[in-house]
């Protein structure tokens, strides 16, 4: 059975700094792992993604320079790290797997097979 498990989140100031971690479990990744992001009343939006055969990364334009999409060791790990975090930034943060490819198309949602529940993050100012 595939499990997504997120974990890391919670309150930080603006322009503190937070670690999300995702651990995947029980099949195959495929090529693209992503981190999405949905606040209260808004869709849910990629915020990055990491091509895990080569580690190629991408990124939101609202978050480039500020968070960093990296893998484990174990490729089945990755992690976001969310430097000077603004009030914004507040959402809950999704991980997703199974995407064959990252490539132009990395935020599309439909292209992720696998979801984790979900982790809260919430940024005061």
């Known amino acids: 059975q595939v499990q997504l498990v997120e974990s890391g989140g919670g309150s930080a100031q603006a322009g503190g700094s937070l670690t999300l971690s995702c651990v995947a479990s029980?099949?195959?990744?495929?090529?693209?792992m992503g981190w999405f992001r949905q606040a209260p009343g808004k869709e849910r939006e990629a915020v990055a993604g990491v091509y895990t055969g080569g580690k190629t990364t991408y990124y939101a334009d609202s978050v480039k320079g500020r968070f960093t999409i990296s893998q484990g060791n174990a490729q089945n790990t990755v992690f976001l790290t969310m430097n000077s975090l603004k009030p914004e930034d507040t959402a809950m943060y999704y991980c997703?797997?199974?995407?064959?490819?990252?490539?132009?198309?990395?935020?599309?949602?439909?292209?992720?097979?696998?979801w984790g529940q979900g982790t809260p993050v919430t940024v005061s100012s």
């Open positions: 997703a797997a199974g995407a064959p490819t990252c490539g132009a198309r990395w935020s599309k949602r439909e292209r992720y097979s696998y």
């Open positions: 029980g099949y195959t990744l495929g090529n693209c």
